[in-house]
């Protein structure tokens, strides 16, 4: 079992940015396929993003496509979000999660989740 622990969270203007980070410990990330999710209040956990377990390859979702980059570090078995022109509507809580099947959209191949962490766009 992989332990995630999100940060970089907060409040931010409309257009402004904020970086992510998503410390893994307990094993290492360097198998893993990463992802990033967000829980706005009343609506579902939507996918984000996810990069390889090498980095490689990478896949967003169409609503940050071109405004959010994934990145990672398995030397430091670290995930990031670099999130750019942040718009209110990206106002939610932010998880990362691992899975075991590669890079993938699929909620439930997510096997370990962090705790989330806020981040608020204000208009």
């Known amino acids: 079992q992989v332990q995630l622990v999100e940060s970089g969270g907060g409040l931010v203007q409309a257009g402004g940015s904020l970086r992510l980070s998503c410390a893994a410990s307990?094993?290492?990330?360097?198998?893993?396929?990463m992802g990033w999710f967000r829980q706005a209040p009343g609506k579902d956990r939507e996918f984000l993003s996810a990069?390889?377990?090498?980095?490689?390859?990478?896949d967003y979702a169409p609503s940050v496509k071109g405004r959010f980059t994934i990145s990672r570090d398995n030397a430091k078995n670290t995930v990031y979000l670099q999130m750019n022109s942040l718009k209110p509507e990206d106002t939610a809580v932010y998880y990362c999660?691992?899975?075991?099947?590669?890079?993938?959209?699929?909620?439930?191949?997510?096997?370990?989740w962090g705790q989330g962490t806020q981040v608020t766009v204000s208009s």
């Open positions: 307990g094993r290492t990330i360097s198998n893993y396929g």
């Open positions: 990069i390889s377990a090498s980095g490689g390859r990478t």
């Open positions: 999660a691992a899975s075991l099947r590669g890079i993938t959209r699929t909620i439930t191949a997510y096997v370990d």
